[in-house]
């Protein structure tokens, strides 16, 4: 029984060394530097409607390859998100959410630093669907 009483012990305290270092490494992870778009990116218009087919490519796309930085619903709380050295951001805030279709398929599509670039790894209207599902993270 004591044998038993340990080895718990021991399980929680190992669990709760490594949640404590991991909200550490979150509290450690600097915000973003500004992300320039060149104005002909900037304006571009999505040409991917966003209906039920599309959305659940965005959706299905998401959950792939971007989910483990950028979290399930696009708050950086994924779990290889909170081991990078730059915070992955929060999608649903209004400060994302106010750029245009067009950076945000040129962020994805480019990628810089800890974010990989996504032109040679997802179609074009992959992509535009992926825009369409970080709409939808709007609070």
Known sequence: MEIMKFKSVIVCAGLLAFS??????????KKAEAWPVPATEKCKVNPVKA?????????????????SCHGKTGLG????GRMCKTNPGDFSSAEFQAF????????????RNEMPSFDKKIPENEIWALVNHMRSFKK
């Not at 039920?52 to 959950?63: E, F, M």
């Not at 709380?77 to 290889?80: A, E, F, I, N, T």
């Open 20 to 29: 404590f270092s991991q909200v550490m490494n979150a509290q450690g992870q």
């Open 100 to 111: 245009t279709d067009g950076e945000l398929f040129y962020r994805t599509k480019t990628g």
């Open 77 to 80: 709380d994924g779990v290889k």
């Open 51 to 67: 209906d039920d087919a599309t959305l659940q490519l965005g959706t299905s796309s998401w959950s792939k390859n971007c989910a």
